[in-house]
């Protein structure tokens, strides 16, 4: 079975960064995009960002523009979400994701999931 582990969350302070991990435990895969979704408690599913695999183009919600960064390491097959500009409204689960298919915003477009990990900004 596929699985992907995030690994990075912690408590920090505002203003502070932090650097996500996400990488496959089992076989390995590839995917066409790899997208970060973050859940606060009491709210929905959003999309934070995704980067194509192979050509490394990144797209952002508009909330962590400038302040988020996603990247690969094409050898340890892993991606990063480096965060920072931390605010608390940034708190929340934060899960990577995996897709094999076309570009899409939508959870719903990604057939792999991470256990996720918790982000805390302390104000």
């Known amino acids: 079975q596929v699985q992907l582990i995030e690994s990075g969350g912690g408590l920090v302070q505002t203003g502070g960064s932090l650097r996500l991990s996400c990488a496959p435990s089992?076989?390995?895969?590839?995917?066409?995009?790899m997208g970060w979704f973050r859940q606060a408690p009491g709210k929905e599913r959003e999309f934070v960002g995704s980067?194509?695999?192979?050509?490394?183009?990144?797209d952002y919600a508009d909330s962590v523009k400038g302040r988020f960064t996603i990247s690969r390491d094409n050898a340890k097959n892993t991606v990063y979400l480096q965060m920072s500009s931390l605010k608390p409204e940034d708190t929340a689960i934060y899960s990577c994701?995996?897709?094999?298919?076309?570009?899409?915003?939508?959870?719903?477009?990604?057939?792999?999931w991470g256990q996720g990990t918790q982000v805390t900004v302390s104000s």
């Open positions: 994701a995996a897709r094999i298919g076309t570009y899409g915003r939508s959870p719903n477009l990604y057939q792999y």
């Open positions: 089992g076989r390995t895969f590839s995917a066409t995009f």
């Open positions: 980067i194509n695999w192979n050509w490394s183009t990144t």
